[in-house]
């Protein structure tokens, strides 16, 4: 029998998101320099964490024309009701993303939703309206590319955990590896099924 609590690891961008708050927000409000940056980390010529600090450079408008961008996005139906179940389950819901803290709070609060932590990466607006991103410091194993590597937030859980994960793309690949129960779909089920 096992006597490991459950513990949730959920991806945002496309799984609790319908579509990439990211890529969207480069589509709309970013000069078009962010297309070669994209298939620069396609062919894996630079990593996700440098494609993205470029890239997010690149948004016009700071974060006034963000938020208008994220009024257009959709979050699952779902997510609320799960979330509380889980409380009422005595479940821990983390998300873990390698998008922007500032867009899924945005997005949590909007629809009312509380979970237990947030990692991701740091959005930030200067005084002149400029956007930048701060990538979390790796303070031990260094496993993947991204620029929040979900692996070592699943390492800081503790092996006392069983630790779930739910993801839809690439930056779950590396951590889907590691989790001892994987809800997956879009890219990261067709990647896991070829693995």
Not at 101 to 108: H, P
Request: charged content about 30%; hydrophobic content about 40%; glycine content about 6%.
């Amino acid at each position: 029998m096992n006597t490991k609590k459950l513990e949730i690891f959920c991806d945002f961008d496309g799984t609790i998101t319908v579509g990439d708050t990211v890529d969207l927000l480069l589509e709309k409000l970013a000069l078009p320099e962010w297309e070669a940056l994209e298939e620069l980390w396609q062919k894996g010529e630079i990593s996700s964490g440098e494609c993205m600090t470029k890239q997010i450079a690149l948004i016009q408008g700071g974060w006034p024309a963000v938020e208008k961008v994220l009024d257009t996005v959709a979050v699952d139906r779902g997510l609320a009701s799960f979330v509380v179940w889980c409380r009422q389950q005595n479940i821990a819901f983390n998300i873990v993303s390698d998008g922007l803290d500032q867009v899924i709070k945005k997005l949590l609060t909007r629809e009312k939703v509380s979970v237990d932590a947030l990692w991701s990466n740091h959005l930030i607006e200067a005084e002149d309206g400029s956007l930048s991103l701060e990538i979390p410091a790796r303070e031990h194993r260094v496993v993947c590319e991204t620029g929040r590597c979900k692996c070592q937030v699943l390492d800081m859980a503790g092996s006392d955990k069983l630790k779930v994960v739910i993801g839809d793309g690439r930056s779950d690949y590396c951590w889907a590896r590691n989790a001892d129960i994987l809800f997956a779909k879009d890219s990261l089920l067709k990647h896991c099924l070829k693995q």
